[in-house]
């Protein structure tokens, strides 16, 4: 149902953005879903990143404010991730979660993000 993409390696200070499309979703469905980036380090558990709502409503991780932006392209159904000045503490596996009106939840197959000092 979602695919993410964009992860890859980078240093401590640079920026990444990770991209996560609903090629199944119709416009409808997609426009008023809540989607959102959660993350999971090495041997910890999944987390939230940022949730951006159908009215693009956000809200952030404390860890990630004034860093990372979630935005949505409801035409493309894509939803970014924006993310700068990135550390050490950033690297993990990156997911995409949809939360459908009527409850059902997605998830993506995740893009690791791995940053380097």
């Known amino acids: 149902q979602l695919v993410e993409s964009g992860g890859g390696l980078v240093q401590a200070g640079g920026s990444l953005r990770l991209s996560c499309k609903a090629p199944?979703?119709?416009?409808?469905?997609?426009?008023?879903?809540?989607m959102g980036w959660y993350r999971q380090p090495p041997g910890k558990e999944r987390d939230l990143v940022a949730t951006?709502?159908?009215?693009?409503?956000?809200h952030y991780a404390d860890s990630v404010k004034g860093r990372f932006t979630i935005s949505r392209d409801n035409a493309k159904r894509m939803v970014y991730l924006q993310m700068n000045n990135l550390n050490t503490e950033d690297t993990a596996v990156y997911y995409c979660?949809?939360?459908?009106?009527?409850?059902?939840?997605?998830w993506g197959q995740g893009t690791q993000v791995t940053v380097s000092s």
């Open positions: 979660k949809q939360v459908r009106q009527n409850g059902q939840i997605y």
């Open positions: 199944r979703s119709i416009l409808s469905d997609f426009s008023v879903a809540e």
């Open positions: 951006i709502t159908g009215a693009r409503s956000t």
